[in-house]
């Protein structure tokens, strides 16, 4: 993420033994919330996807892997010819 980002979570949504663990009860606010502070990607963000795509790309970029430009999410390598394409959960290869 370019800039931190703050959350903030319901004292009662938190274990038992994360909130002992961490002595959240001694930064919880009145209304019984915690903040946080996010640095990097977390599952429920908004930007979670473009966060994932920048770190994918970056990665298979220093491999020799390029998205194909007429078809987003497809892949492909500047000497072999390896083609793929990254799907939630799933992984596929066509050589």
């Not at 959350?7 to 038992?16: A, T």
């Not at 920048?54 to 497809?74: A, H, V």
Request: aromatic share 10%; hydrophobic share 35%.
């Amino acid at each position: 993420m370019a800039r931190p980002e703050y959350i903030r979570i319901k004292l009662s949504d938190i274990p038992g033994d994360v909130i002992e663990r961490y002595k959240l009860r001694e930064i919880v606010d009145a209304d019984g919330y915690v903040y946080c502070r996010v640095e990097k990607g977390m599952y429920g963000l908004p930007q979670a996807g473009i966060i994932a795509q920048e770190l994918l790309e970056d990665r298979l970029g220093k491999e020799g892997y390029f998205q194909i430009q007429t078809t987003p999410g497809l892949w492909t390598h500047e000497d072999r010819k390896t083609i793929f394409t990254l799907m939630v959960d799933d992984f596929g290869i066509n050589m």
